[in-house]
């Protein structure tokens, strides 16, 4: 299977703790985001990498979020502190040419 | 600030019948909209897109139509087919390769 893949794809924490999410992007696609949607939104965005830059942060993403894509290839997600509003789907999507991003499964954090 | 809106939670459809999902955009900017499928537990699945210099794009039972001028697209699906049933999410961007700003969705029911 070459599609995007994530891990892990369920992550229950209690307040407080930190969690880290992997995204392993479509072979040679050089961009790749970061996306998270909660219950009745849709997907917004966090992040995203060209290669191993990162060139845009969004508002949500704040100080207790880290992201990196350290070779270029995987990415990694980092929340600190976690709090219960960090509830929600983490989506990993990836890019190449054309217009479509192609989308991983999610990450779905609970945070008690 | 929604720059991407559904306006319609839900809707159902007969089997064999016409679905029409709609969307409404603000941003002028947008040059590119797409629409993703979702089922649960899944990330978005891309279905189909169009260009804004395109009014309509057709790829089997789906067709896309955008009316710039009242910001409007809309996804048409004929016939429906009970594995048409899930979400559906209106995506927009403004540059290739950019974050896509996502609508709310709309959960598609498509009875026997």
């Known amino acids: 299977d070459t599609g995007v893949s994530q891990d892990p794809r369920h992550k229950i924490t209690k307040r407080g703790q930190n969690v880290t999410f992997r995204c392993d992007p479509i072979?040679?696609?050089?961009?790749l985001y970061w996306y998270r949607q909660t219950l009745g939104q849709g997907p917004e965005f966090l992040t995203y990498?060209?290669?191993?830059?990162?060139?845009?942060k969004s508002r949500l993403l704040s100080d207790r979020f880290s992201a990196e894509r350290p070779k270029g290839s995987f990415s990694t997600l980092e929340i600190q502190r976690t709090e219960q509003g960090d509830s929600a789907m983490y989506l990993c999507?990836?890019?190449?040419?054309?217009?479509?991003?192609?989308f991983g499964p999610g990450t779905r954090l609970t945070v008690l | 600030d929604q720059q991407v809106k559904q306006n319609s939670p839900s809707l159902s459809v007969q089997e064999g019948r016409i679905s029409i999902l709609n969307c409404d955009y603000t941003?002028?900017?947008?040059?590119?909209f797409l629409w993703y499928k979702k089922y649960p537990a899944e990330g978005p699945t891309f279905l189909i897109s169009?260009?804004?210099?395109?009014d309509k794009n057709e790829d089997g039972r789906f067709t896309v139509f955008l009316n710039k001028s009242a910001k409007h697209l809309s996804l048409h699906i004929v016939p429906s087919q009970p594995g048409d049933s899930a979400v559906y999410f209106c995506?927009?961007?403004?540059?290739?390769?950019?974050?896509?700003?996502f609508g709310k969705g709309t959960s598609l029911l498509v009875t026997p």
């Open positions: 072979s040679e696609h050089n961009r």
């Open positions: 941003n002028s900017m947008f040059d590119y």
């Open positions: 990498f060209q290669n191993e830059a990162q060139l845009e």
């Open positions: 169009i260009s804004s210099i395109k």
């Open positions: 995506a927009a961007r403004a540059n290739s390769g950019y974050a896509l700003n």
């Open positions: 999507a990836s890019y190449a040419w054309g217009n479509e991003q192609f």
